[in-house]
């Protein structure tokens, strides 16, 4: 499970990084909000998939279905650009995948 930890605290910290650039490229509070929010779960997340609980793979896949359903929604029914929806949209699928995985011991 240490791959799927140190996924998801990379992915927390992509997410939070681009709540922050959404804050100063557009004054976006619900950027900067959610982004905080995202990394305040998956840091967590992280630390408990570190220690093989199974509850981090919980929380990080909830995380993970949370914002694919945002960023898809947005991005593909919507039609947004694809930064940052489709972007949010590709890295969700991917962290879900990872532990998933992580799920099942691969």
Do not use: C, N
């Amino acid at each position: 499970m240490l791959f799927a930890a140190v996924f998801t605290l990379v992915y927390g910290l992509l997410i939070l990084a681009g709540g922050i650039m959404g804050y100063v490229k557009a004054q976006s509070v619900p950027s900067l909000v959610s982004g905080v929010v995202a990394a305040l779960i998956a840091l967590p997340a992280a630390w408990l998939l570190r220690g093989g609980a199974r509850s981090g793979v919980a929380l990080a896949a909830g995380l993970a279905v949370a914002l694919s359903v945002f960023g898809g929604k947005s991005f593909l029914i919507d039609h947004k650009p694809f930064m940052p929806r489709g972007l949010i949209f590709v890295l969700s699928l991917l962290e879900l995948a990872v532990v998933l995985s992580a799920r099942r011991g691969g």
